[in-house]
């Protein structure tokens, strides 16, 4: 397991830097590793079956946002916390989508939460979870133009 943890960092620091683009990618991995957490606390049958398909699309995303991000640090190399300069500014804007469908993706962990207390209603996992596509709609949007 410490292996296979050593040689993914090692292909995460290869890919996606240590800047800007690899902490993006981060939070966003973090989001849906808590969004999980949470979901596996559900004890309602009906309510954890009513949120495993939104799960499954996020985590259909997390391909997706890492190939933008090792896009984004292949063209635009980041080693620190800045984001690098670009023609219109495009860069700062898909970094921008990205971070928000990262704290996005942990908002919709907090509603999973209430879920779980049964505090919440679904739809509101469900409405986050819409916001996380968006910004990743719109990173890639950005990306492509």
């Known amino acids: ?3 296979a943890a050593a040689r993914q960092g090692r292909k ?3 890919e996606l830097g240590n800047g800007v ?3 993006a990618h981060d939070r966003f991995r973090r989001g849906l590793d808590r969004f999980h957490q949470m979901l596996e606390g559900i004890e ?3 309510n954890y079956a009513a949120v ?3 799960a499954n699309a996020l985590a259909d995303l ?3 946002v890492r190939a933008l991000c090792a896009a984004a640090q292949s063209r635009a190399p980041s080693a620190n916390m800045n984001i690098p300069a670009s ?3 495009y860069l700062n804007d898909v970094h921008r989508e990205l971070t928000r469908a990262g704290n996005a993706l942990a908002t919709a962990a907090e509603a999973v939460a209430l879920v779980r207390l049964n505090a919440g209603p679904i739809a509101a996992v469900e409405r986050r979870a819409y916001a996380v596509h968006r910004h990743v709609d719109e990173a ?3 990306w492509d133009d």
């Open 87 to 89: 023609a219109g500014g």
């Open 52 to 54: 495993v398909p939104t």
């Open 44 to 46: 309602d049958p009906d």
């Open 21 to 23: 683009w690899r902490r």
């Open 12 to 14: 995460d620091d290869a």
């Open 62 to 64: 997390l391909p997706r």
């Open 140 to 142: 890639a949007r950005l």
């Open 1 to 3: 397991m410490l292996f």
